[in-house]
């Protein structure tokens, strides 16, 4: 009998132990390997999207079944053949031009199960992939587009969904500085209003390419800055995308004499940016490793009561093309201005336009470079091209920007 409770006791103690081990591998669960996942299908793939009047494209998927939640890096890839064997940068890296793309990547690499790719990104990788001449860019576009999610090195493929889009020309050249954008209560109009390119000049303050700094030709990577008057207690964000609150930087902490932000790739929003002390501030931010650092800007600063765009198409009066405050919330001291024109040619070689403060030549700035630059006192002609721009200046830093509209 007393050999019997023994067993008895040797059976129970090994259900127990596997249950433990049951409960274990509950509680730990496998690393999955998913095939796929899904990438839903836009609401705008009933439509021909025209990419020369979008601002972007919306995107949104599930995340890929690992087994549990788990951080992922997504990319959006298009191509016009449904093909996925050679992208535009492994071409690209083929010096000898015979290594031909079938697919590009579009937009930023995202944390989130969501991205909104700029149309001028779209437009530009469809340019890549095609090569189209200017006169032979086709009405409309059939493109294939997937979500690629990469974790430890491995990767998974979404399905594919068809869009139709209406293409334009792109003329391929070394890319443009990435810009990032400020907005805030102590920002422009002061009311967050974040929709789209429409609020820069309103509720949106772009920051500027710096002077002599050098971008990556591929990416437009590199160090941009802005420099302004930021009252005590105001709030602001920086953000990555018009639209998008998911990725930009938030409230950081200060660091002896500089304040760092933190950068938010999608997640919980960390707050809002400000300052305990009122005053002028510059922000650096270097969009390759999405960093920033801002300090106390302690220049001598000039305040004007109006700037203008004097030029070759106004016969350079001083006083026309009067440009419009930009920071008009409760309390600004307004640095920067904004304006809309439109130059019917390219600047004459003689000719161009330049900056004026007050209705007269005493305080002008110029530079060569178009469409961004940082003018100097009485320097070059902005040589400007035949378009429609929204222009903007900062005059404590002298830099400006012409937005193609």
Excluded at 77 to 103: F, L, M, P, Q, R
Excluded at 278 to 307: E, F, L, M, W
Aim: glycine letters at 8%; charged letters at 20%.
């Amino acid at each position: 009998m007393k050999k019997l409770n023994i067993l008895a006791g040797l059976m129970m103690l090994l259900v127990m132990m596997f249950t433990a081990c049951d409960d274990d591998l509950s509680k730990n669960p496998t690393l999955q390997s998913p095939s796929t996942f899904k990438l839903n299908t836009p609401s705008y793939a009933a439509t021909n999207v025209n990419l020369a009047t979008s601002d972007s494209l919306s995107f949104t998927w599930s995340q890929p079944d690992y087994g549990f939640p788990l951080a992922s890096e997504y990319q959006v890839e298009i191509s016009t053949a449904n093909k996925w064997t050679t992208s535009v940068d492994e071409a690209s890296a083929d010096n000898t031009g015979k290594t031909i793309a079938d697919y590009a990547t579009v937009g930023e690499t995202s944390n989130i199960c969501k991205q909104n790719v700029g149309a001028a990104n779209f437009a530009k990788a469809l340019e890549q992939l095609n090569k189209w001449t200017s006169d032979a860019v086709p009405a409309t576009q059939t493109v294939y587009a997937r979500v690629k999610s990469t974790v430890k090195g491995s990767s998974v493929y979404s399905n594919i969904v068809t869009l139709t889009v209406i293409p334009y020309y792109v003329e391929l050249k070394d890319a443009a500085p990435v810009i990032y954008y400020l907005i805030g209560g102590c920002i422009g109009d002061g009311k967050w209003s974040n929709v789209d390119a429409s609020n820069i000049g309103g509720s949106i303050i772009p920051m500027h390419a710096i002077a002599g700094e050098t971008y990556d030709k591929k990416t437009g990577y590199g160090k941009i800055e802005y420099t302004g008057y930021f009252p005590a207690g105001g709030e602001f964000k920086i953000l990555k995308t018009i639209g998008d609150w998911n990725y930009g930087f938030c409230k950081g902490e200060w660091k002896d004499d500089t304040y760092v932000p933190t950068y938010r790739s999608g997640g919980d929003d960390p707050g809002n940016i400000k300052f305990d002390d009122a005053g002028y501030y510059d922000i650096i931010v270097n969009t390759a490793d999405n960093s920033c650092t801002i300090k106390k800007y302690t220049k001598d600063v000039s305040k004007y009561t109006s700037i203008a765009i004097a030029g070759t198409e106004n016969s350079w009066s001083a006083t026309a093309n009067v440009m419009k405050a930009i920071s008009t919330f409760d309390g600004a001291e307004n640095h920067d201005w904004v304006e809309t024109l439109t130059y019917k040619a390219d600047a004459p070689s003689d000719g161009g336009c330049k900056f004026t403060a007050d209705g007269a030549w005493t305080d002008n700035w110029g530079d060569s470079a178009f469409p961004y630059g940082t003018g100097s006192a009485g320097g070059h002609n902005i040589l400007y091209k035949a378009g429609t721009y929204k222009v903007i200046f900062n005059d404590i830093t002298h830099q400006y920007i012409f937005i193609a509209q």
